[in-house]
């Protein structure tokens, strides 16, 4: 399973990124699929998921900015981002695993997840 994000970019306060995931090796298209991002010293965090109902979450933090979307005939992912906060600076993550709505709260943890693409930078300067 091959994960590879793209789209990371350093932009001003206000702007708009939009990040791709795309998987390849991998048919678990009724699966889980969330963004992660993680600042160096800091956990990483989950910040949006799309369940197997294509039903979506988001953190506190990004709600009613961020809008995560699959294409699940190309088996990508789509994290639109929009006015972005210097707060948003972070290296984000998309990852996947045999994961499903059933599996509740385990969702919201990097551990849960077994595959993971290899990060794309996005700088927000003020």
């Known amino acids: 399973v091959d994960l590879k994000e793209s789209g990371g970019d350093s932009v001003q306060a206000g702007g708009s990124l939009r990040l791709s995931c795309a998987a390849a090796?991998?048919?678990?298209?009724?699966?889980?699929m969330g963004w992660f991002r993680q600042v160096s010293g800091k956990e990483r965090e989950e910040v949006a998921r799309i369940d197997n109902f294509d039903r979506t979450t988001y953190s506190d933090s990004v709600k009613a900015r961020f809008t995560i979307s699959q294409d699940k005939a190309k088996n990508k992912m789509t994290l639109q981002m929009n006015n972005l906060k210097p707060g948003d600076t972070a290296k984000y993550y998309c990852?996947?695993?045999?994961?499903?709505?059933?599996?509740?709260?385990?969702?919201?943890?990097?551990?849960?997840?077994?595959?993971w693409g290899q990060g794309t930078q996005v700088t927000v300067s003020s």
């Open positions: 990852a996947t695993g045999p994961l499903t709505a059933a599996d509740g709260p385990l969702l919201w943890l990097p551990i849960a997840y077994n595959y």
């Open positions: 090796g991998y048919s678990g298209t009724d699966y889980c």
